[in-house]
């Protein structure tokens, strides 16, 4: 017997599930037929995919391995088809894109407005992650652009710079008449914040990694109570006066316009970050793929522009810049 498309397919569903009995019901195929499938499978391939017992199946060695290729194949023909279904006169099918609640309060509102107006017919998703799980997602296909603050230079990722974002210290409510929205007129140094107790986001977060390397240009130890990764609960406790916190500019705008946190900007040297729309490099981009691209671009120009998203747009966006990964600073 010939491994084909559809035996991927049933394996994929077998492993899924784990049980074939669920996964001949989710491709409704009579039980027995799936059994046989799977048998005439191993003996093609000459090895052992499943191992049964009382509760289920479970994939062995050989099977994990020809899981992650049987997965590669059914996304590269999936993207085949939906690049090229109804002479790709306009996008079609379904595109997930991975972006943090910081970048997502700024993008998500008009990519759902202008994808519904323009592609009637394009499944959009939008899922917010950390975006330290975003290399993983891409890599396991459950999502097909995302957006990250770090390059990684050996997740075969495609690395486009979008934003600059500033960097500011949060800290309790402003007292007196100042503007909302504004930050304070006095600036910190970052080597003075060893002596201000600070909640900052785990290890493991980018935007603490980003933090972390400004620390140590500055020769700095930051004297860190907790580790939070919740935003909305870092400015949360920072509006308490339960301590400061270190948060982009864009990510804090309407708390401080609505008093409930005050900002201050750090210098010497000044932490900025940098916000990446990144792909897989080693997959063709479908005409979904490319058309988000486009309308990603567009829209970070015009909410730039308009001073919707405060930051400096790295580069042109309609100038085309180098894929290779380098590490952020």
């Not at 046989?36 to 479970?58: D, F, I, Q, T």
């Not at 590269?76 to 595109?95: N, T, Y």
């Given at each position: 017997?010939?491994?084909?498309?559809?035996?991927?397919?049933?394996?994929?569903?077998?492993?899924?599930?784990?049980?074939?009995?669920?996964?001949?019901?989710?491709?409704?195929?009579?039980?027995?037929?799936?059994?046989?499938?799977?048998?005439?499978?191993?003996?093609?391939?000459?090895?052992?995919?499943?191992?049964?017992?009382?509760?289920?199946?479970?994939?062995?060695?050989?099977?994990?391995?020809?899981?992650?290729?049987?997965?590669?194949?059914?996304?590269?023909?999936?993207?085949?088809?939906?690049?090229?279904?109804?002479?790709?006169?306009?996008?079609?099918?379904?595109?997930?894109?991975?972006?943090?609640?910081?970048?997502?309060?700024?993008?998500?509102?008009?990519?759902?407005?202008?994808?519904?107006?323009?592609?009637?017919?394009?499944?959009?998703?939008?899922?917010?992650?950390?975006?330290?799980?975003?290399?993983?997602?891409?890599?396991?296909?459950?999502?097909?652009?995302?957006?990250?603050?770090?390059?990684?230079?050996?997740?075969?990722?495609?690395?486009?710079?979008?934003?600059?974002?500033?960097?500011?210290?949060?800290?309790?409510?402003?007292?007196?008449?100042?503007?909302?929205?504004?930050?304070?007129?006095?600036?910190?140094?970052?080597?003075?914040?060893?002596?201000?107790?600070?909640?900052?986001?785990?290890?493991?977060?980018?935007?603490?990694?980003?933090?972390?390397?400004?620390?140590?240009?500055?020769?700095?130890?930051?004297?860190?109570?907790?580790?939070?990764?919740?935003?909305?609960?870092?400015?949360?406790?920072?509006?308490?006066?339960?301590?400061?916190?270190?948060?982009?500019?864009?990510?804090?705008?309407?708390?401080?316009?609505?008093?409930?946190v005050s900002?201050?900007?750090?210098?010497?040297?000044?932490?900025?970050?940098?916000?990446?729309?990144?792909?897989?490099?080693?997959?063709?981009?479908?005409?979904?793929?490319?058309?988000?691209?486009?309308l990603i671009?567009?829209?970070?120009?015009?909410?730039?522009?308009?001073?919707?998203?405060?930051?400096?747009?790295?580069?042109?966006?309609?100038?085309?810049?180098?894929t290779k990964?380098?590490?952020?600073?």
């Amino acid at each position: 017997m010939a491994i084909d498309v559809r035996s991927l397919r049933y394996f994929v569903a077998m492993v899924t599930t784990g049980s074939i009995s669920r996964a001949a019901t989710e491709l409704h195929i009579a039980q027995p037929a799936l059994s046989l499938h799977l048998k005439r499978m191993e003996a093609e391939l000459g090895v052992k995919l499943l191992e049964r017992s009382s509760r289920g199946v479970v994939a062995t060695s050989a099977g994990q391995r020809f899981l992650a290729h049987s997965r590669d194949v059914l996304e590269k023909l999936r993207f085949a088809c939906e690049d090229v279904r109804e002479g790709a006169s306009e996008p079609v099918g379904s595109i997930a894109i991975g972006m943090p609640q910081s970048i997502g309060m700024a993008l998500t509102p008009r990519l759902v407005r202008d994808v519904i107006r323009q592609w009637p017919r394009l499944h959009l998703q939008i899922v917010e992650t950390s975006t330290g799980h975003v290399p993983s997602q891409l890599v396991g296909r459950t999502i097909d652009l995302g957006m990250t603050f770090l390059r990684d230079k050996s997740s075969g990722l495609r690395y486009r710079g979008l934003v600059e974002e500033e960097l500011v210290l949060i800290g309790p409510p402003p007292t007196g008449h100042r503007k909302t929205g504004a930050l304070e007129a006095r600036r910190i140094r970052f080597a003075d914040l060893a002596d201000i107790p600070l909640m900052l986001p785990s290890p493991q977060n980018s935007l603490r990694q980003v933090i972390e390397r400004y620390a140590q240009q500055a020769q700095v130890r930051l004297n860190v109570l907790a580790d939070v990764d919740s935003i909305p609960q870092l400015i949360a406790i920072a509006g308490n006066g339960l301590g400061h916190t270190i948060l982009s500019y864009p990510s804090v705008v309407d708390a401080i316009t609505e008093r409930r946190v005050s900002a201050t900007r750090l210098v010497q040297p000044k932490p900025v970050r940098t916000v990446y729309l990144c792909r897989l490099e080693n997959i063709p981009a479908t005409s979904a793929m490319t058309a988000m691209e486009s309308l990603i671009l567009s829209t970070t120009q015009e909410l730039v522009d308009e001073g919707e998203w405060p930051g400096r747009l790295v580069s042109p966006l309609r100038q085309r810049t180098s894929t290779k990964a380098v590490d952020a600073r």
